[in-house]
């Protein structure tokens, strides 16, 4: 069983940064494939970013979306999964949830995951 808890969402200006933290519990952080994904208001849940588990690297995918501007990673000593958004927009508001799941097969669809985080708001305002 894993538990995840996001943190650091807010309210910031375009062109703004936020980083969003990921806390997960459990000691097998490192075996997870982990994942971001948004979901704004009469929309459903998209993909943002995924990093797959340690030991095989741990490739990252982005959205075409958020590409060049937003940076996953993984600090498996903290269990902590982050992502850093750079550049933000308007329509980068959404709620932010995090991902786990130990497949790492389709880490770039929403659909699959075993534990999902409660969400965290992000707004960009214009």
């Known amino acids: 069983q894993v538990q995840l808890v996001e943190s650091g969402g807010g309210l910031v200006q375009a062109g703004g940064s936020l980083r969003l933290s990921c806390a997960a519990s459990?000691?097998?952080?490192?075996?997870?494939?982990m994942g971001w994904f948004r979901q704004a208001p009469g929309k459903e849940r998209e993909f943002v970013a995924a990093?797959?588990?340690?030991?095989?690297?741990?490739?990252?995918y982005y959205a075409d979306s958020v590409k060049g501007r937003f940076t996953i990673s993984r600090d498996n000593a903290r269990n902590t999964l982050y992502l850093q958004m750079n550049s933000l927009k308007p329509e980068d508001t959404a709620v932010y949830y995090c991902?786990?799941?130990?497949?790492?097969?389709?880490?770039?669809?929403?659909?699959?995951?075993?534990?999902w985080g409660q969400g965290t708001q992000v707004t960009v305002s214009s």
């Open positions: 459990g000691r097998t952080f490192s075996s997870y494939n």
């Open positions: 991902a786990a799941k130990i497949d790492p097969s389709h880490l770039v669809t929403a659909t699959g995951w075993d534990y």
């Open positions: 990093i797959s588990f340690s030991w095989i690297g741990g490739s990252t």
